[in-house]
Nanobody, 121 residues
């Protein structure tokens, strides 16, 4: 399975960005997809996940601001990020796995390359 992200960039605080992740290859092996982020000097943080049934989960730091959802194509997941803050600046990586537990525990089988999101104050 290959994961390709797009949609990162530079935005001012309070602005919005939408990230997209498209899976290809053996996508039948994927049940859950999600987004992680990493900032320099900080640990990897789980941002949001979504299962094939549409069940979502969010980090407390993004609840009410970020929304994860599936695109029209089953193999695409998007992350709508609103009311962005400078502390949201990070490299955002798409991840996927057959098991949502493994995805949420930081051990998904599949990772994307990552896309930079920078929020200026």
């Amino acid at each position: 399975v290959q994961l390709v992200e797009s949609g990162g960039g530079l935005v001012q605080a309070g602005g919005s960005l939408r990230l997209s992740c498209t899976a290809s290859g053996s996508i039948y092996s994927i049940n859950s997809m999600g987004w992680y982020r990493r900032t320099p000097g900080k640990q990897l943080e789980l941002v949001a996940t979504i299962t094939s049934a549409g069940r979502t989960n969010y980090a407390d730091s993004v609840k009410g601001r970020f929304t994860i959802y599936r695109g029209n194509a089953k193999n695409t997941v998007l992350l709508q990020m609103n009311s962005l803050k400078p502390e949201d600046t990070a490299v955002y990586s798409c991840a996927a796995d057959a098991l949502v537990e493994r995805l949420r525990n930081g051990r998904p089988d599949y990772w994307g390359q990552g896309t930079q999101v920078t929020v200026s104050s």
